[in-house]
């Protein structure tokens, strides 16, 4: 007799201490600089989820202010509120959150929130994985999802996601045991309906990332690769994904073992050598090229192009 495996995990905790409560949510967001406060109501706090690396279904209970900031990684997180509410994306792109319309948060960077006296529902979903289902759905390359979260979806599109949400908790949320295939179908489905009901853009084309690049430092190497040809240094990319110079150094160093400026010289230096393998010496020149792609000092320049692909650049050029 086969047994099937259940894919799904399931984490359940409440409680009534503020600072047991602080400690599961920045554990569960991946997170720091949660603040609560007490309000009028008694305070109490439950938090669940459930789901497997793909997909997850979280609810939360929290009677109490809380504002801090969260990265949002690798997933693409959809939220709705019952009760209560707040603001979004504080001091920047700014969102009310309250009840009857979900929202999906920001990606591709860390966000502030406040929040208070909530019931509150989110569904996460693997970045990439909602990235291959978008390419797939659009017949294209996977390329990097971003989000317009100001942008409220209409009524028809909320009762669209609406319909989906209950037919998918009901697969992961039931009681029932779950195949892998179920779970698969289940967010693949949920997968297109967020697409279908959140306004989005393809920004860049799908990069090729590191062993180990994952939340702000995938994040940065799309942002090197979408703002090569611009005069970003490795301080823009830190303000980007919200890291200091040093903490970005720190995260490179620790997931890939590649300093971020050697990093984005090797983007530029791929750069050049696409258009010098496209161009010809009579329209093109390697001091041109070399210089649009930030390379002020053609001798250090040649000299590490040389190291990097084992010919002079007049070489690829003629070649």
Do not use: C
């Amino acid at each position: 007799m086969t047994t099937t495996v259940d894919p799904r995990t399931v984490f359940e905790t409440s409680g009534a201490d503020l600072d047991a409560a602080r400690a599961v949510f920045e554990q569960a967001y991946a997170a720091s600089g949660f603040l609560p406060e007490r309000t009028e109501r008694a305070f109490g706090y439950r938090f669940r989820t459930v789901g497997d690396q793909t997909t997850s279904f979280r609810s939360t209970r929290f009677d109490a202010r809380m504002v801090g900031e969260v990265d949002s990684g690798d997933q693409v997180s959809v939220s709705w509120v019952t009760d209560g509410g707040g603001v979004l994306d504080v001091g920047r792109d700014e969102v009310a959150l309250a009840p009857g319309r979900p929202v999906v948060f920001p990606t591709g960077r860390p966000y502030r929130f406040e929040l208070a006296d909530v019931r509150q529902s989110v569904v996460q979903l693997d970045r990439t994985f909602l990235e291959r289902i978008a390419a797939e759905a659009y017949g294209t390359e996977p390329g990097t999802l971003v989000f317009d979260h100001t942008a409220a979806p209409g009524v028809e599109a909320v009762r669209a996601w609406n319909h989906q949400v209950q037919e998918a908790s009901q697969i992961v949320l039931g009681k029932a045991p779950v195949s892998v295939l179920a779970l698969a179908d289940t967010a693949r489905r949920t997968a297109l309906a967020l697409l279908t009901t959140f306004p989005h853009r393809i920004t860049a084309r799908h990069v090729p990332l590191p062993t180990g690049a994952t939340g702000r430092v995938r994040s940065a190497i799309e942002y090197m690769h979408a703002a090569a040809h611009t005069p970003i240094t490795t301080t823009d990319v830190a303000e980007h994904v919200g890291l200091s110079v040093r903490g970005l150094q720190q995260a490179f160093q620790r997931k890939i073992g590649v300093a971020p400026n050697a990093l984005l010289r090797g983007i530029r230096l791929d750069r050049v050598r696409d258009e010098l393998r496209a161009g010809t010496p009579t329209d093109t020149t390697v001091a041109s090229v070399a210089v649009r792609w930030g390379f002020a000092h053609l001798g250090r320049f040649s000299a590490a192009y040389a190291r990097r692909f084992l010919e002079y650049p007049r070489d690829t050029l003629h070649g």
